[in-house]
C-alpha cells in the first residue's frame, strides 16, 4: 500500500506544510496553572522532529474567568502562559515543524473530578450543558461580546507569537457547540432560534472577530462536530441541507478550513452517500477540511478513557478517499499521543514499528 498521496506538500494562506498530516488536538493536563511547561514545550517539538505537517495544540483557554474546568489546562492568555507557548511554537519551527493553537471556552461543564472549579460559574447560552442538565449561568449580552473579544485576542496573540494558524474549538459540547446545539441554547435573542442556521450566529461573530483581528492572510481552522459527548449517536445537521444551511455562513465569515470531527472516519454521514462528514463539509462548502477519527489505530479515543487498547490498523480506506478528493488534511490523534515517529514511520513503510496505544499514555507526556 502506498501513502505517497499523504505525502504531498499543502499550502494555504498562511499555511506551507510538508504533508497532509495534521496532529489533533488532545487535552494534556500538564500545564500547573495554566502555563505550559517545558516538558510541554518538548512534546511538541519531538512530533515536528517526527515529521508531522500540521500541529494543532491541545485545546489552551481563552481569557474568560470560567472558560476552563481544570486547572492544569493551559491558558492562551497571560505573561506567563504565552511565553510558554512562544517556546513552544520556536521549538516546532525549529524543528520543522508548523503549529496552531486551539483557542476554547468550554461552556457550562461538569464539575472537574479533582475538586478544582473557576472562580465564578460556568457560563453557556442557557445555563445547560446537556438537556435538563443546568451547572452555570446564562450569558448576558455583554459576557457573549467579552466571549467574542477574548477570542480574536487569543487569535491574535498566537499570530504576534509566530504561530502559522488557529484553530477555534467548536466541537464536542463546548461554548461554541452549546450555541449550535437545540438542546443547550433555549435563547430566544439573536443568538438563539428554532433552526441550526439561526443558532449559527455566536460561531459565526466569533470566527468573523477573529479575522478582523488577525487579517486576512492568517489561515483560520474552526473545529466542528455532528454529535455529542452525551449524545454520540446526534446530529446537529440531519441532512446535507441542514448541513448547508450551518457550514457556508462560517465558510462566509472567515474560516478556511474545516476541521470536521467523527468518532471513525470510515462512516457515512447521510443515507444514499459513502462520504463522511469531512467529504459531505467540503462537497457543500468548497472549503478545505480536515478528516479526523481512529485514523491508524483500532477502537477511538472516548474508549481510550475508559481503558480499552488499540493496535495498529491499515491505512488503505483513508488513501482511497483522500485519493478521491474526499479532503485535504488528516488528522491523527491516539497514534501520535503515544509514538512521535508515527509519521516517519508511516512514510518510510515501516508499518511493522507502529505502536498500539493504551489507557497509561494518557498520563504522560511521551517524548519517545
Not at 196 to 216: H, M, N, P, S, Y
Request: with cysteine.
Amino acid at each position: 500500500m502506498s501513502t505517497d498521496s499523504l505525502f504531498q506538500p499543502f499550502k494555504l494562506k498562511s499555511l506551507d506544510i510538508k504533508n497532509r498530516i495534521v496532529m489533533a488536538p488532545m487535552t494534556r493536563s500538564f500545564s500547573p496553572n495554566g502555563i505550559p511547561t517545558d516538558e510541554v514545550a518538548a512534546y511538541y517539538e519531538k512530533r515536528a522532529e517526527g515529521e508531522v505537517g500540521l500541529i494543532l495544540s491541545e485545546g489552551t483557554v481563552i481569557d474568560r474567568p470560567s472558560s476552563s474546568n481544570d486547572g492544569n489546562v493551559p491558558h492562551f492568555y497571560g505573561e506567563k502562559a504565552l511565553a510558554g507557548w512562544k517556546k513552544v511554537i520556536d521549538g516546532v519551527h525549529a524543528a520543522g515543524g508548523q503549529m496552531g493553537p486551539q483557542i476554547w471556552h468550554m461552556g457550562i461543564m461538569d464539575n472537574h473530578h479533582s475538586g478544582w472549579v473557576p472562580p465564578v460559574p460556568f457560563e453557556g447560552p442557557s445555563g445547560l450543558n446537556r438537556p435538563g442538565n443546568t451547572n452555570g449561568s446564562t450569558m448576558t449580552t455583554k459576557d457573549i461580546e467579552d466571549a467574542i473579544l477574548a477570542y480574536g485576542k487569543a487569535a491574535a496573540d498566537a499570530k504576534k507569537a509566530g504561530f502559522d494558524t488557529v484553530e477555534i474549538h467548536g466541537a464536542h459540547g463546548y461554548l461554541i457547540d452549546q450555541f449550535f446545539w437545540e438542546g443547550t441554547n433555549e435563547r430566544t435573542d439573536v443568538y438563539g432560534g428554532k433552526t441550526l442556521a439561526e443558532r449559527t450566529r455566536f460561531g459565526t461573530d466569533v470566527i468573523k472577530e477573529v479575522r478582523r483581528q488577525v487579517g486576512e492572510d492568517f489561515a483560520i481552522i474552526i473545529r466542528l462536530s455532528q454529535f455529542k459527548p452525551s449524545a454520540y449517536d446526534y446530529k446537529l445537521a440531519v441532512n446535507p441541507q441542514e448541513m448547508e444551511a450551518w457550514l457556508n455562513p462560517l465558510v462566509d465569515a472567515g474560516a478556511d478550513i474545516l476541521h470536521c470531527s467523527q468518532r471513525r472516519f470510515w462512516e457515512p454521514e447521510f443515507e444514499g452517500s459513502d462520504l463522511n462528514f469531512a467529504g459531505w463539509a467540503k462537497k457543500i462548502t468548497g472549503a478545505a477540511t480536515i478528516t479526523v477519527g481512529s485514523v491508524g489505530l483500532s477502537g477511538d479515543f472516548f474508549g481510550a478513557f475508559a481503558g480499552e487498547t488499540s493496535q495498529p490498523t491499515s491505512l488503505e480506506e483513508l488513501n482511497r478517499r483522500f485519493d478521491r478528493g474526499d479532503f485535504d488534511l488528516v488528522g491523527v490523534g491516539r497514534p501520535l499521543l503515544s509514538d512521535p515517529n508515527w509519521v516517519s514511520k508511516i512514510r518510510k513503510g515501516e508499518t511493522d514499528k507502529l505502536k498500539g496505544f493504551s489507557k497509561e499514555a494518557l498520563a504522560e507526556l511521551v517524548l519517545e
